[in-house]
């Protein structure tokens, strides 16, 4: 089965600074990487997410990135506001048939004003 | 509100009782996912529906889980026989079309 680890578990930064979250998966089979955000006691809610024909994908302040050959993505956003702060999970699946995600572990984002 | 829906949103339980949590998902979603998710986890996948079918169940699911779908519309899971390892965040999530997946807020189980 798939496997999707997720670093840092814990990330802090000021205000206006970059965050990048960093995930790699195992089964070469997965073509469809999501991004949730989870605020605290909310439910996750899909962010941005990738397929593997696409390398880069990117809306306002949110990018992911996608490298195949390494089975690693990760998301980046940029000028970073104390409203980014949540928990992010990166999820990994094949698409079609029966999809069903395996998710990482989480990353607790910190953003200071 | 017309997102996917749970109850109970919490529910206090002495080991060895059972329980069942119901999901409301978004109209027209054929597809229906339950998951688990504890403090610093991930959602697990436990098992999902195609309208009234269930697809795939977790090997990880114990037989004291069970869930169902009657009309291919809202879901129960039942947990029997309780344990405190049971308890967690119960997440329901529905799709429609696509693999985007859209969370209810969770049943949070606490077993004693």
């Known amino acids: 089965g798939e496997n999707v680890e997720q670093h840092p578990s814990t990330l802090s930064v000021q205000e206006g600074d970059s965050a990048v979250i960093k995930c790699t998966y195992s089964?070469?089979?997965?073509?469809?990487f999501p991004w949730y955000k989870q605020e605290l006691g909310k439910r996750p809610q899909l962010i941005i997410d990738i397929r593997s024909n696409v390398g880069e994908k990117k809306d306002q302040r949110i990018a992911v990135t996608l490298n195949k050959t390494a089975k690693h993505f990760s998301l980046h956003i940029t000028e970073t506001q104390p409203e980014d702060s949540a928990v992010y999970f990166c999820a990994a699946g094949t698409s079609g048939g029966s999809y069903i995600p395996t998710f990482g572990r989480g990353t607790s984002l910190i953003v200071h004003p | 509100d017309t997102g996917v829906s749970q109850n109970p949103r919490h529910k206090i339980t002495k080991r060895g009782q059972n329980v069942t949590f119901r999901c409301d998902p978004i109209?027209?979603?054929?597809?229906l996912y339950w998951y688990r998710q504890t403090l610093g986890q991930g959602p697990e996948f436990l098992t999902y529906f195609q309208n009234e079918a269930q697809l795939e169940k977790s090997r990880l699911l114990s037989d004291r889980f069970s869930a169902e779908r009657p009309k291919g519309s809202f879901s129960t899971l039942e947990i029997q026989r309780t344990e405190q390892g049971d308890s967690a965040m119960y997440l329901c999530?529905?799709?429609?079309?696509?693999?985007?997946?859209?969370f209810g807020p969770g049943t949070r189980l606490l077993v004693l």
């Open positions: 089964d070469s089979a997965s073509n469809y």
């Open positions: 109209s027209e979603h054929n597809r």
């Open positions: 999530a529905s799709t429609g079309g696509t693999e985007t997946q859209y």
